[in-house]
């Protein structure tokens, strides 16, 4: 008799974009007095964003992977995924993401964001939430990201690219507008 057992791990991420036009922006510029309101600045003066998508998967990257087996075997020297450690980036390339990717694909076009927020929905559940300005990020959002270690908003990558996800095909953010990026990492 022959017993089969299977034990795998994988992390998958359900990407959400909510984006606000430029009139939708400049109202809400104008009620808070702010010039890169956030989402939540929208929420709280009831301004519904004029479409949300959401984008299922990721490929969590070989350095991904060494820095949650790192922080889980408490191997030091190695920095957790906080809110002021923690950035979602998004680029305009559609090269198809893999296990040694070490930063976005997109060339010249891409910006790494601090997330606002960072916190877990469970037990096995984590969430990071941004928000691009108005003169933030305005191309073709193709692919996803995040990385671990910086503490700024940058267009290069930090110590740790951990996950990533391509071809994702959220359209092209115009100057004015504000998109809000979201990730909800399960791990199973």
Not at 153 to 173: E, L
Request: with cysteine; aromatic share 10%.
């Amino acid at each position: 008799m022959t017993a089969t057992a299977v034990d795998t791990a994988q992390a998958t991420t359900r990407w959400t974009v909510h984006r606000w036009d430029a009139d939708q922006t400049a109202w809400v510029q104008r009620k808070s007095g702010l010039l890169s309101p956030t989402a939540e600045d929208f929420a709280r003066l009831g301004v519904e964003p004029y479409k949300v998508s959401e984008v299922l998967g990721n490929l969590v990257t070989n350095a991904g992977w060494t820095r949650l087996m790192s922080l889980l075997t408490n191997q030091g020297g190695t920095q957790a995924m906080t809110a002021t450690h923690t950035r979602i980036g998004v680029g305009d390339s559609n090269t198809t993401e893999t296990y040694t990717d070490t930063a976005l694909n997109a060339v010249t076009n891409k910006l790494y964001k601090l997330v606002t927020g960072a916190g877990t929905l469970g037990t096995r559940s984590l969430s990071f939430a941004t928000t691009f300005g108005p003169s933030e990020a305005n191309w073709a959002w193709n692919e996803f990201g995040m990385d671990i270690g910086a503490t700024a908003d940058s267009t290069t990558v930090a110590a740790c690219f951990w996950n990533h996800k391509a071809g994702i095909a959220q359209g092209t953010k115009a100057n004015g507008q504000t998109w809000a990026a979201s990730a909800a990492v399960t791990f199973s």
